[in-house]
């Protein structure tokens, strides 16, 4: 049995492995892990007191998928429910959908009996209004609703911005991307994965990444492997990046060839706009991998024979990056 996951999942992985350990399945140990990342409030990249779009709002977006059916779940840009994992496993075992987004996740959730609650909290806010500081002239914050956003995404959104020290004086920097990723394979040898987000801070209202798109930031199947995304999500959606390394060890790739072709692939995008990407993988066997084309960036995972999990680096492969650059 085995957990694997982005560093983010810390808060999470050891409940994860616990759920296993109890002979709980990978989905269980896959949600179980997630939520609580979805709840601590020191992560801006999930959940409660993530980072919110350009307006304000806190648009959450997850999805889960069962290697064993096939069967997933997603909900996107939906408001106002701090555990956006377990709707979407939810919305996999009750309908015949295999995502919501926005007013219909939220009203299939209230259906559901999840509780509603305040998602943005003072610290989200204050960096997030920091953020429109330098952008809007003078009165324009009041009327925010009532301006044309898409000028202010490209500025507010750029990864040279938001990773600058200088401009969020008491913005603790992320090394790795946010989002969070769980990988678990159980007793069964059953394989689940789970994505959960906010997103881009500063995004348009509406958009959703790759984290709700099964094949893009998240894929599953227990005769392969599996694997799920972080990074700039519209790059990963571009390229069926978490379908694409299931595929190449499908066609009888290892696990480290699969991800280094899956982050070839992003290599042959063009377009204005590429960032980072990394990715967790595991194959059928139960060995983990990741891969980034940040230096230094790193994982996590745990087996049942260990009391805690190790972080390892990820396998760095250069992709090149644009920001509105011709
Ligand atoms: N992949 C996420 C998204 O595009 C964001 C992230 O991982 O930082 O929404």
């Known amino acids: 049995m085995i957990v694997v996951a982005s560093t983010n999942g810390n808060v999470g992985i050891r409940e994860s492995m616990r759920v296993l350990k109890a002979g709980g399945s990978a989905m269980d140990a896959v949600e179980a892990g997630i939520r609580l990342v979805e709840s601590n409030p020191e992560d801006h990249s999930v959940g409660f007191s993530g980072y919110p779009n350009i307006l304000g709002q806190v648009e959450l977006d997850a999805s889960i998928m069962d290697g064993n059916t096939l069967s997933t779940g997603a909900v996107g840009a939906i408001r106002g429910y701090e555990h956006p994992i377990s709707i979407a496993r939810k919305l996999m075992e009750s309908l015949p959908h295999v995502m919501l987004v926005s007013e219909g996740a939220e009203r299939f959730a209230a259906e559901m009996g999840f509780e509603k609650t305040e998602l943005l909290d003072d610290y989200a806010r204050t960096v997030w209004k920091q953020?429109?500081?330098?952008?809007?002239a003078p009165g324009e914050f009041e009327k925010l609703d009532q301006l044309t956003l898409w000028r202010l995404i490209e500025a507010a959104s750029d990864p040279e911005r938001v990773n600058s020290d200088l401009y969020f004086a008491n913005r603790k920097p992320e090394k790795d991307a946010g989002t969070v990723n769980f990988i678990a394979?159980?007793?069964?040898?059953?394989?689940?994965?789970?994505v959960s987000t906010s997103g881009w801070a500063w995004k348009f209202p509406g958009r959703l990444g790759d984290s709700p798109v099964i094949g893009a930031g998240n894929y599953a199947h227990n005769k392969y492997g599996a694997a799920a995304c972080t990074g700039m999500g519209e790059m990963a959606v571009r390229a069926s990046t978490a379908r694409s390394i299931v595929l190449?060890?499908?066609?009888?790739?290892t696990i480290e060839e699969a991800g280094e072709m899956a982050m070839m692939d992003l290599d042959e995008l063009g377009?204005?706009?590429?960032?980072r990407?990394?990715?967790?993988?595991?194959d059928r066997y139960g060995k983990p991998a990741a891969f980034t084309n940040m230096?230094?960036?790193?994982?996590l995972y745990m087996t049942d024979e260990m009391d805690d999990p190790v972080e390892k680096p990820r396998i760095f492969i250069e992709t090149h990056t644009t920001w509105n650059e011709n």
């Open 131 to 136: 953020g429109l500081d330098s952008l809007l």
């Open 185 to 194: 394979m159980d007793g069964k040898g059953d394989i689940c994965t789970g």
């Open 248 to 253: 190449y060890m499908k066609m009888g790739k």
């Open 271 to 275: 377009g204005r706009y590429l960032s």
């Open 277 to 282: 990407m990394n990715i967790i993988a595991l």
């Open 295 to 299: 230096e230094g960036a790193s994982y």
